[in-house]
């Protein structure tokens, strides 16, 4: 299993990013998906999840109105839409899919680098 993100970088508050995480190795759709964030000294925390079929999605207080999550399953990628970006919104992000039935298969990618600076 293996899953990829891409899309961090540097941008200045209030700009926009788009975290894609293409997953391999397992039946995406089986799969509710979260993005985590961790920044330095400081826990990984829960940013947004989204249900097996993207049919229902939660975000945390500190992201709401701002983060989007979405899903496509054709092509077994979840995306982190994040607008309005802050400075303390600086962090890795990081992919994590959880199987529908089984808590072992929880899988995380690599993560990328955000940073919110102007």
């Known amino acids: 299993v293996q899953l990829v993100e891409s899309g961090g970088g540097l941008v200045q508050p209030g700009g926009s990013l788009r975290l894609s995480c293409a997953a391999s190795?397992?039946?995406?759709?089986?799969?509710?998906m979260r993005w985590y964030r961790q920044a330095p000294g400081k826990e990984r925390e829960l940013v947004a999840r989204i249900t097996s079929t993207g049919g229902s999605t939660d975000f945390a207080d500190s992201v709401k109105g701002r983060f989007t999550i979405s899903r496509d399953n054709a092509k077994n990628t979840v995306y982190l839409q994040m607008n309005s970006l802050k400075p303390e919104d600086t962090a890795v992000y990081y992919c994590?899919?959880?199987?529908?039935?089984?808590?072992?298969?929880?899988?995380w990618g690599q993560g990328t680098q955000v940073t919110v600076s102007s």
């Open positions: 190795g397992l039946t995406f759709s089986w799969y509710n």
């Open positions: 994590n899919a959880q199987n529908l039935w089984s808590t072992s298969r929880n899988y």
